[in-house]
C-alpha cells in the first residue's frame, strides 16, 4: 500500500467514525408513535371487518333459516293435498247414483285419519271417522277438509252419525269431514 | 412502571439474543413495538449513513430513514427472505429512496469531474500534487474528512455507492454485491475505479499523491 492510499485508508475512518451512529433520537420516536397509530387503526379496521363479515354472516343465516321454514311449510300443503287426492277413489270409474261402496269410503276416511293425526297431534281420537249418508263419491272429487267442533248429541243424530253413547245435553268434541261443497261427509268424535 | 420496567427489559434481551430478522417481522406484523424498536436499532444507523453519504444532506437522510421504516410498519411482509437479507431489503429501499430524491431535487454538491480539471473551486491542480506534503500539513483533520466527503458525493452514484458501503459501512464485497444485485467481479472493478477517482480528486485539493493503484 502506497503513501496516498493509505492516507485515503485514514481519511475514510475518520469519516467513517465522525459519521452518526445512528438516526437523531426524534426520528426514532416519530417512527415509534407512527407504529402506534399504525396498529391502532388496523386493529380498529379489523374490528370492524369482523363484526361487519359476523353480521353478514347472520343476516345470511336469519334468511336462509326464513326461506327454508317458508319451503318447509309450502312443501307440507301439497303434500296434504296430494294425499287426499291420491286416496280419494276416482268417481269416474263408478256409476252415478251407486250406494258408496263402504270399503272405499273406509279407506278414504283412513287416509284422512292419518293426515289428521299428523296434523294434531295432541288430540285424542275417541272414534273412528263414520261415513254419514251425505258420502257420494261421485261428487266429491278432491278438497276434503277436516273441521273441528263442539256438537249436541242432537247435532250428531241429526247428522246421521250415532250418538247414543252421550247424554243429549253435551256437547261432543267432533271432527267433521266436509267435502268440497261443504257438506258434512263423515265424523268422528274426539275426546281431549 | 414495572410494566415498562419489564417491557424495557424484554427488549435488551429481545435486541441481545439474536431473534432473527423473519419472526422480528413476523411480530412487528402483528402489532409487537418491541420488536419494531430490536429492528430499528439494529438497522438505522447503517441506514442512515447511507442516505447521509449518497445524499450529503442530514435533513434529507432523516426523511428517508423515516421513510424506509415507515414501509416496514405498513408493509412488513413485503419483504422476502429468499431474496437476501433484511439489512439489504433496507439498503435497497434507502438507496432507490436516495436516488430519486436526488435526482428530484438535484442537490448535488459542487460536481468535480475528471473533466472539470480547471474548476476554480478546487484549482490546486499539478501545482497541489507537487507540493501535497505541505499542503497535508496545512489541512486539518477536519477538513480533510471534508474533503473526502465532497469527494465521495462528487463521484458517479454507482461508484458512489460503492465506496460508502464497502470503504464507509465496512461491508464485504459479497454483500454489497448482493445489496446491489450485481456479482462481486463487478463490485471490485467500480470499487478499483471509484477509488482512482477519488485519489485523482484528492490530489487535487492537495490532500494526498495521485500515484497509481
Not at chain 1, 55 to 64: H, S
Not at chain 2, 47 to 75: N, Y
Not at chain 2, 116 to 121: G, I, Q, T, V, W
Amino acid at each position: 500500500m502506497n503513501q496516498s492510499e493509505e492516507r485515503l485508508a485514514q481519511a475514510f475512518q475518520a469519516l467513517s467514525a465522525e459519521s452518526p451512529q445512528s438516526a437523531p433520537a426524534e426520528v426514532g420516536l416519530a417512527l415509534q408513535d407512527a407504529f402506534r397509530r399504525h396498529h391502532v387503526r388496523r386493529r380498529r379496521q379489523r374490528r370492524l371487518i369482523t363484526a361487519g363479515v359476523l353480521g353478514a354472516c347472520l343476516v345470511v343465516a336469519a334468511v336462509l333459516l326464513s326461506k327454508s321454514r317458508s319451503s318447509g311449510l309450502q312443501e307440507k300443503q301439497p303434500t296434504l293435498a296430494t294425499r287426499q287426492e291420491q286416496s280419494l277413489p276416482n268417481p269416474e270409474t263408478r256409476s252415478l247414483g251407486a250406494v258408496p261402496n263402504n270399503t272405499q269410503v273406509k279407506s278414504t276416511i283412513a287416509s284422512l285419519q292419518k293426515v289428521h293425526r299428523k296434523a294434531r297431534p295432541s288430540a285424542n281420537v275417541v272414534s273412528n271417522f263414520t261415513s254419514l249418508a251425505s258420502y257420494d263419491p261421485a261428487f266429491s272429487k278432491d278438497g276434503f277438509k277436516i273441521v273441528r267442533v263442539g256438537l249436541s248429541s242432537a247435532e250428531l243424530s241429526q247428522m246421521g252419525a250415532p250418538s247414543y253413547v252421550y247424554p243429549a245435553s253435551r256437547r261432543v268434541l267432533t271432527d267433521v269431514v266436509l267435502d268440497r261443497d261443504g257438506i258434512p261427509i263423515a265424523v268422528r268424535t274426539v275426546g281431549r | 412502571m414495572s410494566f415498562e420496567l419489564r417491557s424495557e427489559r424484554s427488549h435488551r434481551l429481545m435486541a441481545e439474543t439474536s431473534i432473527d430478522d423473519q419472526s422480528l417481522l413476523g411480530l412487528i406484523a402483528r402489532g409487537d413495538e418491541r420488536a419494531f424498536r430490536v429492528v430499528y436499532d439494529r438497522y438505522n444507523g447503517p441506514v442512515h449513513r447511507f442516505a447521509w453519504h449518497m445524499s450529503g444532506d442530514r435533513a434529507m437522510a432523516e426523511e428517508i430513514t423515516q421513510e424506509v421504516f415507515m414501509l416496514l410498519i405498513r408493509k412488513p411482509r413485503k419483504y422476502d427472505p429468499s431474496k437476501g437479507s433484511l439489512g439489504g431489503y433496507l439498503f435497497g429501499i434507502a438507496r432507490n429512496l436516495t436516488r430519486r430524491r436526488v435526482d428530484q431535487l438535484r442537490v448535488y454538491v459542487p460536481f468535480v469531474d475528471d473533466a472539470n480539471a480547471s474548476d476554480e473551486n478546487y484549482s490546486l491542480g499539478d501545482r497541489a500534487i507537487d507540493d501535497s506534503a505541505n499542503a497535508l500539513e496545512k489541512l486539518t483533520q477536519r477538513e480533510l474528512i471534508e474533503a473526502l466527503r465532497t469527494s465521495v458525493l462528487s463521484l458517479p452514484a454507482q461508484y458512489r455507492e460503492v465506496i460508502i458501503l464497502c470503504d464507509l459501512e465496512q461491508m464485504s464485497q459479497a454483500g454489497a454485491a448482493e445489496l446491489l444485485q450485481c456479482s462481486p467481479g463487478t463490485i471490485a472493478s467500480r470499487m478499483h475505479r471509484a477509488r482512482a477517482m477519488l485519489k485523482i480528486k484528492m490530489a487535487r485539493k492537495g490532500l494526498v499523491n495521485n500515484e497509481p493503484i
